[in-house]
Structure formats: C-alpha cells, structure tokens
C-alpha cells in the first residue's frame, strides 16, 4: 500500500490556492452526470450533500436517524473557531493553523491544517448568510469567546447550542435540494458494506432500519462522513447509535485505518452514576471560560464544597498551568483530574469527579450574565444531577468524547480506495493527536462546504470509469454476504445480549487503552479481545426477524465490528511507543508527569492495511513534515 498524501507544493499559504488551480474541473453542464453516494447526514455530510447538489452533480444521502435532523453534531454545545480576528486580540491564519498543530501534539499534517485555517473564515460568512444565530456583541457584531489550548477569543458560538444551530443551517441547506430534486433522502437507511468495481469505490448496500430489506446502490463515488466511534468505550458523550461500521466495513475493502488509538477524552462530562446508564452527558468545554476548576487540597476529605475555606481549596489547573489555566488542553486537563482522582481527593460518589465553580463568576458577572452565557447547560445540569450549578459546583468528569483517528485520506479527502472519499471526524486528516476545542466543527464544515466539493471534481475529471448500476455481480455478491450476516446473528440465539458484549469490551478499553496505557494492559487487552470476539458468535441472543424494525440487530452487527476494531485499536497503542495528546503511555513521561513525545521514531501517522481474517494488519507509516511550527514540547505553563 503507497500512502501518497497528494501534498501541494509551495509556500504553505499558497498550497491550496494554487492546488484549486491546478485540479481539473468539470463542465457544468457534465456535472449532472456524475452521482455520488453521501453516507451521513451531520455537519459533514449534510455540507457537503447540498453543496455538491448546488453544483449540479446527483446525489442521494443516507442516514440511520430518522431525520438529518438527528445527527449528533446537533450535540455539539461550546462553538466553531474561525481566524476572522473581531477581537483584535493578536489572531491570524497562521496563530491558528499553529495553535492546531501544536495543540494535537506535532501529529496531523502541516498542510491539512493550514487550509482547515484558510477556509475557517468562510465558514462563518456562509453560515451567517443562512441565518445561524451567532451571539452578538451590543454593537451588532459577532461575538466570541476562548476555548481550550488557545489564549486569543475565536471560537464563534449560539449560547450553548452552535452544533445545533450549525446544523439547522446546513440541513436548512440539504432540505433545499432535497425539494428541487438533487439530492435524495434516505432516512432510517443504515450503510452495511461498500461495493468495489474494478478496485473504485462504486456503492453501498443498505439495510432499511424499518422494513429490513437489504438493498445495493451505485454511484460514480462514496463519501463517508460517518463520524467517529468513540462508542468503542460503551460509556462515552457520543449518541448511542454512533458507531465505526460504514468506516469499518470499508477498510475491510482496503481503505487504511490511520491512528486510530487516537481518542479524545473531554474534561468536562457529568461524571459516571452507576452501572444503568449507556452514554454520558458533555458540558461544554466553554464552561471552563468561567468556571474555575478544584479538588480538596487535603485526601480522602469529604465536606461539602461550601464548607471547604479557601485555602483548603487546590485549584490545580491555574497552580500547574498558570499561562493557560482553566483553559488548558483537553488532554492535559482530563489527565491533571485523573491524577487528582487517582491521589484520593476526588469528590462526589466513587471520587470521580472534581468541582467546576462559578461562585466568582457570579460575584464578578452577576448571576443574570452568567445566566445568559451559560443557562441552557446549566438547566441541562441541573435536570441530570437534581443539583442548582448557581448554588453548588458542578461535578465534572473526563469521558471518551470524540476521535482523532479515522480512515487515511490525502489532500483530496480520499481514502486509498479510489472514488471513496472520507469527511469530518470520520477521517484522520487534521487534529493530530488531540483535538482543540471549536475545531470539529470547524473541520467538518471545512470539508463539506469548501474541500471535498473542489477535490471530487478533479476525481470525476481524471478517474473516467464507466458507468456501472446495482445489478452488477459485485453488487449482488455484496447484497448476498450481507443477508448471510444477518441470518448468522439471528440464527445463534444464544444467552447473551449484544448490550452486555459491548459493555464487557468498553470496559476493558477503558481499563487498559483509556486515559493511561501501559505495554503490559495493552497486551491483556489484546489477549481479551479475541476471546469476547470468540464468545459472541457463540453465544449472543439477538431477538426478533430481519425483516422488520429490529434495534437488537441493528446493535449486534455495530457490536460485532467494535469487537474487531477494539483490537486494532489496542494493536496501534502498543506499537506507538510515545505518549502524546490524548494517547497517554505511562511508560513514557516526564518527571513532572507530562506527556513525553519520542519524534525521532513516531513522528508519523501510522495507517493500518486489512490482510484478511484471523490475519495481522500491515502497519504503514506517512512520515509528517514540520517546515512552519518547529517541534517542541507542548507547555502550557
């Protein structure tokens, strides 16, 4: 496999430019001749679902949820970065572009991030010219504030709604086409395989969630822009039904799995209750703005936080990290709480949890400012715990949140699939080995409104492969392997719940390929796997028909592929023999407890190639280039 990253050359502030000239481009009148296949309809997909549409190409769009509506970018809470400077406050292109590469830990590529920077400006005029209600100064102008790993206010936001709000524009967008006919909407529709003609990226074959039939569908290309799958952990801020299936099954086909230990866990989550619930609540990482983070100098002291004087309080952030303070990375922040946690002075039931005070914010602001900034996740809190955060410090947290891993992709988005594009969180391409807060949004957006409309159109120019349609023997050979996998999960009708697998496997990676990782976990989690693997095509009890709404099957076939890819998961951790971002190896650490990089050997994105089952994956590696921010350890002090 060549991992040819298709990178411009030139001044890095003219490589896209110039890349957009040199691409071919398609008449518009032979745009409508091409067909493409969007998978996921959520900031991403529904960008870039309407925007190829607006350009003329056809396009059908599928998703799981009942309506585009439903994706889970509607749950993104804090805000989308954008270098527009309203501030003036020192920001530019460049301070972000290095703000992102130096927050995701030296990982992602130069490149990548400084178009992710460029465009960043665009996504806001185009979001505000369709109505996205941005918070506003008095003035009239767009507000902002900060977020995590930056010391300038960019993040752009709609009180504590912007992923929704975002999303309303780009659906308000998708639906638009969608009533002139450009674009085809399949709701309830769950993407199973992807389809290979003469080694393109051809179609997908589906499964209609509520009839159960199993259909195939060609295209001239597939776009994945399925997210991520931070659900691999069982407990985790994503919405229950993400998962790693669509990007799983196409790197069965070839596509190259890139980083994919790279997890993100969020500082800022309700803490864990007990052992009923199956996802966690985020609370924005905007919190931290305000919020003043601590835990009880002393351990193992249980009195309530108002009892708590002062100078008994260990506000450790702002005492670790004076420059950054509250506003530190996520990475850095989830692991100053673990390590709080783990020396006794957690609060709240088990220890796990630290306070997120807004008392001087309140005596500062007033509560009406607060109130105003913050109030609908306040509520939010306050209906999940029975606690007031006016009156009491929330109890906060780090949980698997989102993931930096993904499908390889080049300059062009494409995977090593040829005519299979991967967009958003569902690709490796642009955060590194942590992700900045407001950056997710802004990358899928990116992607969808600005790169993959440009990039697909050079592919359609240059690929030329004939027409095929889904009676293709490829096609019904898919629909086939398919329809048997179903049948084998209904047919074993064992004791156990697709449920209780996945709980068993999130847990062990939690334990052992969590927040802290050592050779040694990784290994008995790679010894684990296997064996639950084993267990569930023995023993799992999936209820019901296939030929009607049945979620027990749905989950079966979701468990079943996070039990595959859980250990690939644990493989690339172990062979990444570094800590860095979010990927914390306890082996390799600073005295002072920091993440400890090793450039000279992993300085790199390692993309994995599928050999076949039972067989060990193939480990590549894209060597990443760092001409503009010189590599140096992140502080933050």
Known sequence: ?????????????????????????????????????????????????????????????????????????????????AAKNYQNDGDSVFRLFYDTVKGGDFRAREANVYRLAQVSTNIIDQCVAQGVPFAREYGGTLANRSFGGAQVSRTFYARGQTGQQLLLGAYSALERQIGLGTVK?????????????????????????????????????????????????????????????????????????????????????????????????????????????????????????????????????????????????????????KQVCDEGRGVGPGGQGVYLDFADAIRRLGEDVVRDRYGNLFQMYERITGEDPYKVPMRIFPAPHYTMGGLWVDYNLMSTIPGLHVIGEANFSDHGANRLGASALMQGLADGYFVLPYTIGDYFANAKQPKVSADAPEFKAAV?????????????????????????????????????????????????????????????????????????????????????????????????????????????????????RNDEQFAHAAAWEYQGPGKKPVRHTEELQFEYVKLATRSYK
């Open 480 to 596: 086939k392997a398919v329809s048997e996998q179903q049948i084998k999960l209904l047919s074993i009708r064992g004791k156990r719940t697709p449920r209780s697998f996945h709980k068993q496997l999130g847990r062990l990676l939690w334990d052992k390929c969590g927040m802290g990782r050592t050779a040694a976990g990784l290994r008995d989690a790679l010894a684990e796997i296997p064996a639950i693997r084993a267990e569930f095509w023995e023993n799992v009890n999936v209820l019901g028909e296939s030929e009607n709404l049945n979620v027990s099957l749905e989950m079966a076939g979701r468990v079943a592929d996070f039990l595959e890819f859980g250990e690939l998961m644990a493989q690339d951790a172990l062979e990444r023999e570094e800590s860095c971002g979010g990927h914390f190896r306890e082996e390799y650490q600073t005295p002072d407890g920091e993440a400890l």
């Open 185 to 337: 909407m399949h709701s309830r529709t769950e993407m199973l395989d992807l389809v290979m003609v003469n080694g393109h990226a051809r179609g997908i074959v589906t499964r209609d969630l509520v009839t159960g039939k199993i259909e195939a569908w060609a295209a001239d290309a597939v776009v994945l822009a399925t997210g991520g799958y931070s659900n691999v952990f069982f407990l985790s801020t994503n919405a229950a039904g993400c998962n790693v299936t669509a990007t799983w099954r196409a790197y069965k086909h070839g596509a190259a799995f890139a980083n994919p230990c790279y997890t993100q866990i969020h500082p800022t989550c309700i803490p864990v209750s007990g052992d009923h619930q199956s996802k966690l609540t985020l609370m924005s990482e905007s919190l931290r703005n305000d919020g003043r983070i601590w835990v009880p100098r002393a351990v193992g002291d249980k009195r309530a936080p108002h009892q708590i004087p002062e100078d008994e309080r260990d506000y450790y952030l702002e005492r670790k990290y004076p420059s950054f303070g509250n506003l530190s990375p996520r990475d850095i922040a989830s692991r100053a709480a």
């Open 1 to 81: 496999m060549k991992l040819d990253s298709k990178i411009p050359s030139g001044p890095i502030e003219q490589k896209w430019d110039k890349h957009r000239f040199d691409m071919k481009l398609v008449n518009p009148a032979n745009k409508r001749k091409f067909s493409v296949i969007v998978v996921g309809s959520g900031l991403a997909g529904a960008s870039a679902a309407a925007t190829m549409a607006e350009l003329g190409y056809k396009v059908d769009c599928f998703c799981y949820q009942d309506s585009p509506r439903r994706a889970h970018s509607i749950a993104a809470q804090g805000g989308i970065n």
